[in-house]
């Protein structure tokens, strides 16, 4: 676990902004072998100091060209639009700006400008941003 800020070297609140419980840590990569696959959960953290807001545990090596497997199909867009949809409701994010940090080829941003947010990516492949400002993969 990180327990201090990437970017400046600063303490994190000690509350999480957002904790996800029994995730499959196989899915983040975090196992050194794919028998020990078992729940985790992943803290979303902030910056006292400089705000940055970053996951509590270590990256995977190959973080900034993460690809999505399979890419999307009607059903998962689906799938994610309702999740988007949840997820905006929940934590009230109607007419509030969104960043998707590694937005990949724009998948999910396509998606959630169908709905009342301002959203951003920030992407490392520039292939991903090629993508993603011809208006999204999928």
């Keep these: ?29 975090f196992l050194a072998y794919k028998s020990d696959n078992q ?6 953290v902030q910056c006292k100091f400089c705000g ?4 509590d ?6 973080y900034k060209d993460v ?17 988007f949809k949840e997820f905006i409701k929940k934590y009230n994010l109607e007419n509030k700006k969104i960043v998707e ?8 941003l396509k998606i959630l400008n169908e709905f009342n947010v301002d959203c951003y990516g920030i992407e490392h492949s520039n292939e ?4 993603s400002s011809m208006g999204g993969g999928g």
């Design 52 to 55: 940055t807001i970053q996951l």
């Design 67 to 83: 690809i999505r497997v399979g890419g999307e199909t009607k059903t998962t867009s689906n799938i994610r639009r309702e999740q």
């Design 101 to 108: 940090i590694g937005s990949g080829n724009g998948d999910f």
């Design 1 to 29: 676990m990180i327990t201090k800020c990437r970017i400046c070297g600063g303490e994190f609140f000690e509350k999480p902004i957002l904790s996800l419980k029994n995730m499959p840590e196989s899915a983040q990569g």
């Design 39 to 44: 729940a985790m959960d992943i803290n979303i």
């Design 128 to 131: 991903n941003i090629t993508i």
């Design 57 to 62: 545990c270590n990256t995977v090596s190959y």
